[in-house]
């Protein structure tokens, strides 16, 4: 980040990157709803699920020895082990007119071998199996892309956004203008857009917060995530 820079928007203070205007960094005011997750979280503001189908024990641990900290989700040895973490309550919703802001800084260890999701989801203890309504970057089992998905009632639109490199970190953020266009962007760099009007936008439910990783193999896998921060400001 080159610089901080500021605005009042809709009677609201929004902290943002100077060269990456999208990238919102922080914002105060009566009707703003945030949630970030930078160093460390505070575990009475989420639900952490573990998904346990081998005998081992998935989880989210501390980086260690990295300067500003970090997440690391790692599954136990089997398939379809892994580990969430949601924040309680569902304070997003794309069904009004109000400015949201989603991005984190994630890598993956194995670019083939793992399923994972990070963005906004209806609550939910299985995202990454049967969630019927989130809007975020998604990348399959089997599958080395990520994608940017909008997903409503279990119909999802996805648009592919290139192969994964394994233990590398990549930026994935989305804005919504607060009218009618949410903008996804891979890296500091905008891929493209979607209306809010488009089909399978998941507008008529309430969202939360949602980091979720499963393994694709017996292997104890692991997603990494130095950051990440939800901001949407109310009218």
């Not at 194995?110 to 990070?118: G, K, L, N, R």
Request: hydrophobic letters at 40%; charged letters at 20%.
């Amino acid at each position: 980040m080159a610089g901080l820079s500021y605005k009042d928007f809709r009677g609201h203070i929004v902290f943002y990157d100077t060269e990456l205007p999208h990238r919102w960094i922080d914002a105060y005011g009566p009707n703003v709803r945030k949630y970030e997750l930078v160093g460390q979280y505070h575990p009475d503001s989420a639900t952490v699920t573990a998904v346990s189908v081998g005998a081992g024990t998935s989880a989210i641990t501390g980086l260690e020895s990295t300067l500003g900290g970090g997440f690391v989700f790692t599954s136990a040895a089997a398939e379809n082990d892994g580990v969430q973490m949601q924040a309680l309550g569902e304070a997003f919703y794309f069904g009004v007119k109000c400015p949201a802001y989603f991005g984190c800084r994630v890598a993956l260890n194995d670019a083939t071998e793992s399923d994972a999701f990070v963005g906004l989801a209806i609550q939910d203890t299985t995202i990454l199996a049967a969630c019927t309504d989130s809007i975020g970057f998604r990348k399959d089992d089997e599958d080395t892309a990520y994608v940017f998905t909008i997903n409503h009632d279990s119909a999802a639109t996805d648009a592919d956004l290139g192969d994964v490199v394994a233990d590398t970190y990549i930026n994935l953020e989305f804005y919504y203008d607060g009218v009618t266009t949410v903008s996804y962007y891979v890296d500091d760099v905008l891929i493209s857009s979607v209306e809010t009007t488009a089909a399978n936008m998941p507008d008529d439910e309430h969202l939360a917060p949602a980091l979720a990783f499963l393994t694709g193999d017996a292997s104890a896998n692991t997603m990494t995530v130095l950051w990440a921060r939800w901001i949407q400001i109310y009218d």
